[in-house]
């Protein structure tokens, strides 16, 4: 393929764990992928390990996606270098633990920055390159963009927000042809899924609030199984897809029956008990 008809990706948030999963499956699909990050050191090392799989370099960028003047810098240099935009999979944000009564605005705002302008900066500033190739948007929200259980902090509603504006762009959108897609999965297993959130946890939570997903008894999805699900909204342009499967129509019993609702999330959430 000539430079012009090779398909451009940009994963956010690239270097490590999900992000670098995504890449690596683009990678693999003769995708010319771009991965940015806040450190160079680690961004230039995950560049490198991916190259290895791939018939072309990975392109990487340092960039703060919270920063608009960053994230413009970033698509001046994709469109300057690869001279056209098809995929993004924003994967930049973060968790938190704690309840409602300890949440502080400037706690909502850190979640707010890293979870949903972030992924707003981005949109925003790609908007020219996706329509010309009529592109995909994959923004990686999680069960949290779906319901709220306790002692996640702020975490669910950072996580709705996003929903909300995956939703609201997916509409707005399709008439130039892009296409805005959500990917909600569960806990992902990691190496750090015992000792991850100690730091988050505030006194009064329950040890299993320190687990992945605040404790829910929902089993670790490998990489792979939220890799597919992000590769099955870039090629089939699914609007909204939750992980494990088995969870959406449950999740749908909860929005028509709140009671219900309210009950499944005590019975499969952690409890002070």
Same mark, same amino acid.
């Given at each position: 393929?000539?430079?012009?008809?090779?398909?451009? =990706?940009?994963?956010?948030?690239?270097?490590?764990?999900?992000?670098?999963? !995504?890449?690596?499956?683009?990678?693999?699909?003769?995708?010319?992928?771009?991965?940015?990050?806040?450190?160079?050191?680690?961004?230039?090392?995950?560049?490198?390990?991916?190259?290895?799989?791939? /018939?072309?370099? !990975?392109?990487?960028?340092?960039?703060?996606?919270? /920063?608009?003047?960053?994230?413009?810098?970033?698509?001046? /240099?994709?469109?300057?270098?690869?001279?056209?935009?098809?995929?993004?999979? &924003?994967?930049? +944000?973060?968790?938190?633990?704690?309840? !409602?009564?300890?949440?502080?605005?400037?706690?909502?705002?850190?979640?707010?920055?890293? &979870?949903? *302008?972030?992924?707003? &900066?981005?949109?925003?500033?790609?908007?020219?390159?996706?329509?010309?190739?009529?592109?995909?948007?994959? &923004?990686?929200?999680?069960?949290?963009?779906?319901?709220?259980?306790?002692?996640?902090?702020?975490?669910? !509603?950072?996580?709705?927000?996003?929903?909300?504006?995956?939703?609201?762009?997916?509409?707005?959108?399709?008439?130039?042809?892009?296409?805005?897609?959500?990917?909600?999965? +569960?806990?992902? /297993?990691?190496?750090? =899924?015992?000792?991850?959130?100690?730091?988050?946890?505030?006194?009064?939570?329950?040890?299993?609030?320190?687990?992945?997903? +605040?404790?829910?008894?929902? #089993?670790?999805?490998?990489?792979? *199984?939220?890799?597919?699900?992000?590769?099955?909204?870039?090629?089939?342009?699914?609007?909204?897809?939750?992980?494990?499967?088995?969870?959406?129509?449950?999740?749908?019993?909860?929005?028509?029956?709140?009671?219900?609702?309210?009950?499944?999330?005590?019975?499969?959430?952690?409890?002070? #008990?």
């Amino acid at each position: 393929m000539s430079p012009s008809t090779i398909p451009v =990706a940009l994963v956010t948030g690239g270097s490590a764990g999900l992000g670098r999963a !995504i890449a690596m499956r683009l990678v693999e699909k003769d995708y010319q992928v771009w991965i940015t990050g806040r450190t160079e050191r680690t961004l230039r090392q995950a560049a490198t390990e991916l190259s290895l799989g791939s /018939r072309r370099p !990975i392109q990487f960028a340092v960039a703060d996606v919270t /920063r608009p003047q960053d994230v413009e810098q970033l698509i001046l /240099r994709i469109a300057k270098e690869s001279q056209r935009l098809d995929v993004i999979v &924003n994967c930049v +944000g973060t968790s938190d633990r704690g309840l !409602i009564e300890g949440l502080t605005p400037d706690r909502v705002h850190e979640l707010i920055d890293q &979870n949903v *302008v972030s992924t707003l &900066n981005v949109c925003q500033a790609s908007l020219a390159l996706l329509a010309e190739s009529q592109g995909v948007i994959v &923004n990686i929200g999680s069960l949290a963009s779906k319901v709220s259980p306790r002692f996640l902090g702020g975490y669910s !509603i950072a996580k709705h927000s996003l929903a909300a504006l995956t939703s609201q762009l997916r509409l707005e959108l399709k008439p130039q042809g892009i296409h805005v897609g959500l990917v909600s999965p +569960g806990p992902i /297993r990691r190496d750090d =899924a015992g000792s991850r959130y100690n730091d988050h946890v505030e006194d009064g939570l329950p040890d299993q609030a320190k687990k992945p997903g +605040g404790g829910t008894r929902v #089993s670790g999805l490998p990489p792979e *199984v939220v890799v597919d699900a992000v590769m099955k909204c870039i090629v089939k342009r699914s609007p909204d897809l939750i992980r494990p499967r088995y969870l959406r129509p449950l999740i749908a019993i909860g929005h028509l029956f709140p009671r219900c609702g309210d009950w499944l999330l005590m019975k499969f959430t952690s409890s002070k #008990s």
